[in-house]
T-cell receptor
Framework: EAGVAQSPRYKIIEKRQSVAFWCNPISGHATLYWYQQILGQGPKLLIQFQNNGVVDDSQLPKDRFSAERLKGVDSTLKIQPAKLEDSAVYLC?????????????FGPGTRLTVL | GENVEQHPSTLSVQEGDSAVIKCTYSDSASNYFPWYKQELGKRPQLIIDIRSNVGEKKDQRIAVTLNKTAKHFSLHITETQPEDSAVYFCAAITGGGNKLTFGTGTQLKVEL
C-alpha cells in the first residue's frame, strides 16, 4: 500500500515569512498527526486529528501555527510568521485507529530552514 | 503529562555484540510502549512494541522488556550488524489518551 505522502520535502524561508506543508495519509486512516522534530530530539506532537476533528492541539503554538483537515483526508500545517526556532523537520503520521490501538506510520517529513 | 527519558544518548558497539537502550516514563497510566528506528534523513519506523500486560516481547534479534513497577522499559538488540546503526526512539502513550510522547533518542553505531 502507498505510504504517507508529504510535500514539499525541503523548504527554506526567511523569518517572518509564511509557509505551508501538505500531508496525504494512508488511505482509510482516520487519525492524522503532525509532529515537529528538532535536530537531535525526538518528535513532538503538534496536533492530532480524528477524521476532520481536532483531538489534541495542546502543544501547537496557536499564535503562529494552524492546521486543518477539512474533508478528513489531506491536511495542511501552516506557520505564519515563521521564527528561527521553527527550523525543524515536520513529520506527518497516520494510523487506522487512535491511541494505543493504532500503529503510527510516518511520512518522509518536510525539512524547514528559517534564516 | 507524560515524560519519557532515554539513555544513553549515544552507544557504540562492535559488530556481533549486544546493545541495550533504556527508557523511563512518568505516567503510571501509560500502557503502550513502541520503539522506532530512524535512519539518517529517513522517517521513523516502528520496530517493536509492548503493551503493559506483557513483561517481555521478542522478534528475532530484538526484544523489549517492561517493568511497570519501576516504570521503565528497555530495547535489547543481539548480534548487532552495521545496518542496525541508526537513531532509536522509545515512546509511551497513556491508556486514556492519544498522545505519543517520544524519548530524546539514542544514536547507535555498530562498528566493524
Amino acid at each position: 500500500e502507498a505510504g504517507v505522502a508529504q510535500s514539499p520535502r525541503y523548504k527554506i524561508i526567511e523569518k517572518r515569512q509564511s509557509v505551508a506543508f501538505w500531508c496525504n495519509p494512508i488511505s482509510g486512516h482516520a487519525t492524522l498527526y503532525w509532529y515537529q522534530q528538532i535536530l537531535g530530539q525526538g518528535p513532538k506532537l503538534l496536533i492530532q486529528f480524528q477524521n476532520n476533528g481536532v483531538v489534541d492541539d495542546s502543544q501547537l503554538p496557536k499564535d503562529r501555527f494552524s492546521a486543518e483537515r477539512l474533508k478528513g483526508v489531506d491536511s495542511t500545517l501552516k506557520i505564519q510568521p515563521a521564527k528561527l526556532e521553527d527550523s525543524a523537520v515536520y513529520l506527518c503520521a497516520s494510523s487506522l485507529l487512535a491511541g494505543s490501538q493504532g500503529e503510527q506510520f510516518f511520512g518522509p517529513g518536510t525539512r524547514l530552514t528559517v534564516l | 503529562g507524560e515524560n519519557v527519558e532515554q539513555h544513553p544518548s549515544t552507544l557504540s558497539v562492535q559488530e556481533g555484540d549486544s546493545a541495550v537502550i533504556k527508557c523511563t516514563y512518568s505516567d503510571s497510566a501509560s500502557n503502550y510502549f513502541p520503539w522506532y528506528k530512524q535512519e539518517l534523513g529517513k522517517r521513523p519506523q516502528l520496530i517493536i512494541d509492548i503493551r503493559s500486560n506483557v513483561g517481555e516481547k521478542k522478534d528475532q534479534r530484538i526484544a523489549v522488556t517492561l517493568n511497570k513497577t519501576a516504570k521503565h522499559f528497555s530495547l535489547h538488540i543481539t548480534e548487532t550488524q552495521p545496518e542496525d546503526s541508526a537513531v532509536y526512539f522509545c515512546a509511551a502513550i497513556t491508556g486514556g489518551g492519544n498522545k505519543l510522547t517520544f524519548g530524546t533518542g539514542t544514536q547507535l553505531k555498530v562498528e566493524l
